[in-house]
């Protein structure tokens, strides 16, 4: 056996309780992060509860303290087990002395506390037990400190039988080997002027009542475009015309992104804003590019930090877009009264229509253009800063601002779609037309022929 165990093919009785007493660490320690995780908050991150875990860890104490300490009492193992405690309550409650008796039996809260009994007291201005009386190498101290009661060193026939019991909720590691589904999520944040049948209190000019709404925009598309930013006008629009909300002048604030919001395919987008939402006129301002610092980022972490808590709480599944919309729809509608909006508003969208004519050729220098102003059907007013400062900007009259030192003078833009994007319905073969027909003055023709000796 001593050459077997040297060639590390039989492993020794010691060696065999080191190994089940690491994978029962490794138990402790996945608890642990999973009870942190689930908290979410700074306190369950002090220091002081891992290192409980390492010290006294329910998978270590039952495995080799509660092994050790039945074998040393000669009792079985299920009298240390918490249905012993069960026991003990059942004694002191028929004991006529309770407090007494009590006082020398304690009925401890947990197997934490049970240990600890056996340990030195650790002293007056001390928050930690001596290393040696932890590791078992202090004289004073062992199980001879625990105190039992003589019903509970019965092992006759006619003793309570206790048995172990273990439940604990299934846990799987997402990692490499599983496919995690992403969900888009678009905030926008909507302040409007109350409406009576709505929000039970008026806005007026004398007395104006400003609502604040975060609003959701939940798909299964993970390509943000223009496109789909198309699509959550359009969903606010529908809701603005659902609760009866005339809007004539739309004020828009974005941030800088390129693929989103300031490309010359949004650009174009918005010079039609008149044409697809019935506005009088659409103005967008343009922010710097950030990450995380405006509000409408607190209000996307809130709503995916609910849906995280939910699941770890196993108070949701949530496995699609469609389940986190509708979990956000039924449960986080509402906000308190303290709330820094009214309410929330969730949408779902399936699919986005791309399928459309709204790809523009370059616009010059849009990178220093910070408003853009739809006057009508293609045309833009442009200019390199925003002014809400004097009285003609606020009534729509940006050409006579009085700030233009400041922010720039106003210029027109034309937008001009690309070639060949147009929606073209199918021709039937039954309409005749000619090739001729087809050019127009500057248009490149190319040929092509299969003929021998030929160029092309």
């Known amino acids: 056996m001593a050459k077997l165990r040297q060639m590390n093919i039989v492993k020794s009785p010691d060696e065999i309780e080191n190994d089940e007493i690491a994978k029962h660490v490794l138990v402790d320690v996945k608890k642990v992060l999973t009870h942190t995780k689930a908290q ?55 004991t006529h002395d309770r407090a007494i008796v009590e006082a020398r039996y304690p009925i401890f809260k947990s197997q934490a506390d049970m240990f600890a009994e056996t340990l030195c007291p650790k002293g007056t201005n001390k928050e930690h037990y001596k290393t040696e009386c932890l590791n078992r190498k202090c004289q ?31 846990e799987e590691i997402q990692s490499s080997y599983f496919q995690r589904t992403e969900v888009s999520l678009h905030v926008s944040i909507i302040y409007r002027h109350a409406v009576l049948e709505y929000d039970g209190k008026d806005s007026t000019t004398e007395n104006p009542n400003i609502i604040k709404e975060h609003f959701f925009v939940v798909s299964n598309d993970d390509k ?36 989103q919001y300031k490309s010359r395919h949004c650009m174009g987008d918005v010079s039609n804003g008149q044409q697809d939402f019935g506005y009088d006129r659409l103005i967008r301002n343009y922010f710097e ?18 849906a995280d808590l939910a699941i770890l709480r196993r ?18 509608q509402e906000t308190r009264d303290s709330s820094v909006c009214l309410r929330r508003v969730f949408r779902f969208i399936d699919n986005i229509d791309r399928n459309r004519d709204r790809y523009f050729k370059s616009i010059p220098q849009n990178r220093n253009i ?46 001009e779609k690309e070639r060949g994007c147009a929606i073209v319905e199918d021709i039937s073969p039954d309409d005749d037309f000619e ?17 021998e000796g030929e160029d092309f």
């Open 224 to 259: 943000h475009d223009h496109h789909f930013v198309h699509e959550v006008q359009n969903q606010i629009k529908e809701y603005l015309n659902s609760i009866s909300y005339n809007v004539s002048t739309m004020h828009e604030y974005t941030d800088g992104c390129q693929c």
């Open 370 to 415: 910070h408003q853009i102003i739809s006057e009508r059907e293609g045309l833009l007013s442009v200019r390199n800063l925003s002014c809400y400062s004097c009285d003609s900007c606020l009534l729509n009259m940006a050409h006579s601002c009085q700030h233009t030192e400041l922010v720039g003078l106003v210029k027109n833009i034309q937008t």
């Open 140 to 170: 004073n101290c062992g199980v001879a400190n625990l105190l039992l009661m003589p019903e509970e060193n019965d092992t006759t026939d006619e003793a309570i039988e206790v048995t172990w019991e273990k439940c604990s909720a299934r």
């Open 315 to 332: 108070k949701a599944t949530i496995q699609t877009a469609h389940d986190f919309y509708k979990f956000a729809n039924e449960n986080l």
């Open 289 to 306: 590019t950030s990450h995380a610092k405006g509000p409408q980022d607190a209000a996307g972490g809130y709503v995916k930090r609910q």
């Open 40 to 94: 979410r908050s700074k306190d369950s991150l002090v220091t002081k509860h891992i290192i409980l875990a390492a010290v006294s860890g329910e998978s270590v104490t039952e495995n080799r303290c509660k092994k050790k300490l039945a074998s040393k009492l000669e009792v079985p193992i299920r009298r240390l087990s918490g249905e012993c405690m069960k026991q003990r309550k059942l004694i002191l409650e028929s």
């Open 435 to 451: 090739v001729v027909d087809m050019i127009r003055k500057g248009s490149l023709v190319a040929s092509y022929t299969d003929d």
